[in-house]
C-alpha cells in the first residue's frame, strides 16, 4: 500500500501554503517588523526624492500595492520601472538621491538583479524585498528585507503574496514614522477568513465552466485585482482580465452582459465610494457580479464573500486576496488540473 505522505494528491502544496498564511504574517510582525523599522529609519535619515519599484509578475502587484502606499501615505511620487529600458536599451538615468525598491519572491531573475545593480551605480538607493536573503538580488542591493515566507513549493505564489504585501506596508509606515498598528490584528482576520472554506468552494461551482472573467476595482482593491487575475489564469487558464473600475468605463464595459462573470473587489472606504459607480452600472447591464467586500456590498450582488468590518483600507489587500486564492484553487480542482504545477510555469522566470 502507498504511504499516503508520498502520494501526490492534486493542489496538496498551494493547499497548504495558503493555510500557512496567518502563521507568516505573525513570524513578519513578531521577528520582521523591528528589522524592517531600522531599515525604514536608515533610509528615511536619506530624505529620498521619489521611489521606483520593480518586480514582475505576483511581485508586480505587491509592487503596485506599494506605489498606493507610498503616494497617499508618504505623497511622494512612485512609478512602476521598465527593466527592459536598462537591460535591453541601456539607458543610463540619473538615480541620484531616488529609492528603489525591487520585489521578488525569489531574487534570482536575471533583468531584476541586472537592474537593480544598474541602479545603484547610478546612485540610487537599492533595497530588496524576497522571500531568500541568499539570493543574487540580495546580493546587489544595499539594503534587505526578508518576507520570511519560508519555502515556497506550489508555482502560484500564495504566502509569497501577502508576506510581501505586509513587508511593503511596515516599510512604508516606518518611513513615515509611523507604528503599523493597523496590521496587529491580521494574523487571527487571515485565520477567519481561510476557516470559510465552503463558501469559497460554493462560488466555485459559478466559474467551472466560465469561458472568462472580468474581475475589476479601485484604489488599493486594484492590484488584488490584478493578482487574482494571475492566480486564476496560471492555475485555471480561464482568460481572466483585470480592469481598475475607472478603465472599465472607459470602452471594455461594452463586452459585459447578462452572461458575462465579473468579480468586483470592493475596499471598505474611499476606493469603494469610487467603485460604486461602476458597480451601479455592472448591476444595469445585468451582470453575473460577484463582489468580495463588505456584507452589505455582498447582499446587493449576485453572491460574494463578506471580509471582516472595521480593517484599515491600507491593509484590507492582505485579506482581499485570500478568498481568490482558494477559488482559484477550487476552480482548477472542480476543472480536473493540479494547481500545484500548472503547465509551462516555473518557480524562478528567468528574464532578461
Do not use: C, W
Not at 200 to 212: D, G, S, T
Amino acid at each position: 500500500m502507498s504511504d499516503p505522505q508520498t502520494v501526490s494528491v492534486p493542489g496538496r502544496i498551494m493547499a497548504a501554503e495558503m493555510a500557512e498564511q496567518p502563521a507568516v504574517l505573525q513570524r513578519i510582525l513578531d521577528e520582521g517588523a523591528p528589522k524592517i523599522r531600522d531599515i525604514a529609519a536608515q533610509i528615511a535619515a536619506r530624505s529620498p526624492r521619489f521611489v521606483l519599484l520593480t518586480a514582475r509578475g505576483t511581485s508586480d502587484n505587491a509592487a503596485l500595492y506599494a506605489k498606493y502606499l507610498i503616494e497617499i501615505l508618504l505623497g511622494k511620487p512612485a512609478g512602476l520601472t521598465s527593466m527592459s529600458t536598462t537591460t535591453a536599451y541601456g539607458a543610463k538615468p540619473d538615480l541620484t538621491d531616488v529609492l528603489v525598491i525591487t520585489v521578488s519572491q525569489s531574487g534570482g531573475s536575471p533583468d531584476l538583479v541586472a537592474s537593480t545593480k544598474a541602479a545603484r551605480e547610478a546612485g540610487a538607493i537599492t533595497l530588496a524585498v524576497t522571500n531568500n536573503p541568499g539570493s543574487p538580488l540580495a546580493e546587489v542591493s544595499e539594503f534587505h528585507i526578508d518576507v520570511l515566507a519560508g519555502p515556497e513549493k506550489a508555482l502560484p505564489a500564495t504566502k509569497t503574496y501577502t508576506a510581501e504585501l505586509l513587508a511593503l506596508y511596515l516599510l512604508v509606515e516606518g518611513l513615515r514614522g509611523g507604528d503599523g498598528s493597523a496590521a496587529e490584528g491580521l494574523p487571527a482576520l487571515a485565520a477567519g477568513v481561510l476557516s470559510r472554506q465552503a463558501e469559497v468552494k460554493a462560488l466555485a461551482e459559478r466559474y467551472r465552466f466560465a469561458q472568462r472573467l472580468v474581475i475589476t476595482s479601485r484604489g488599493y482593491g486594484y492590484p488584488t485585482a490584478r493578482e487574482a487575475a494571475l492566480k486564476l489564469m496560471e492555475t485555471t487558464y480561464i482568460p481572466a482580465t483585470p480592469f481598475s473600475g475607472a478603465d472599465l468605463l472607459h470602452g471594455p464595459l461594452a463586452m459585459v452582459d447578462n452572461v458575462s462573470p465579473v468579480i468586483a473587489i470592493v475596499p471598505d472606504g474611499k476606493g469603494g465610494e469610487a467603485l460604486q459607480p461602476v458597480l451601479d452600472r455592472l448591476r444595469g447591464r445585468g451582470a453575473d457580479l460577484v463582489v468580495i467586500g463588505q456584507q452589505a456590498q455582498v447582499d446587493a450582488a449576485s453572491a460574494g464573500f463578506a471580509l471582516p468590518a472595521g480593517v484599515p483600507e491600507e491593509v484590507q489587500p492582505i485579506l482581499e486576496i485570500m478568498p481568490l486564492q482558494h477559488l482559484a484553487y477550487e476552480v482548477t480542482i472542480a476543472r480536473g488540473q493540479d494547481p500545484d504545477a500548472p503547465r509551462a510555469l516555473a518557480k524562478v522566470t528567468e528574464t532578461r
